[in-house]
């Protein structure tokens, strides 16, 4: 299966920026990645997507402050946050659907990173 891991979590003010990195193991293609959050108490949120074609959304809360981006021959997906809020306070979890080579040819695979804490102080 295709590792995940997730980076560039912290502690920032508000205001500050942030960015993250979501870094895949193997040779790994994708359909979609995303970023999804979860704060404490709600239910996890869609933040951001990026396709294969380039495409990107974000959801209404972030658009014009978040970026999603991609490294292809890094196998990694970057979310630069700025303009931060408290609101934006919570645990980033990154998703990439795709197809991983195995043994045995292409594998369709659907990973999810461990998260990464962000924490935005007032």
């Known amino acids: 299966q295709v590792q995940l891991v997730e980076s560039g979590g912290g502690l920032v003010q508000a205001g500050g920026s942030l960015r993250l990195s979501c870094a895949a193991s193997?040779?790994?293609?994708?359909?979609?990645v995303h970023w999804y959050r979860q704060a404490p108490g709600k239910q996890r949120e869609l933040v951001a997507t990026?396709?294969?074609?380039?495409?990107?959304n974000y959801a209404d809360s972030v658009k014009g402050r978040f970026t999603i981006s991609r490294d292809n021959a890094k196998n990694t997906v970057y979310l630069q946050m700025n303009s931060l809020k408290p609101e934006d306070t919570a645990v980033y979890y990154c998703?990439?659907?795709?197809?991983?080579?195995?043994?045995?040819?292409?594998?369709?695979?659907?990973?999810w990173g461990r998260g990464t804490q962000v924490t935005v102080s007032s």
């Open positions: 998703n990439w659907r795709g197809k991983v080579v195995t043994n045995t040819g292409l594998a369709d695979f659907d990973s």
């Open positions: 193997g040779s790994v293609s994708f359909n979609a």
């Open positions: 990026i396709t294969s074609g380039g495409s990107t």
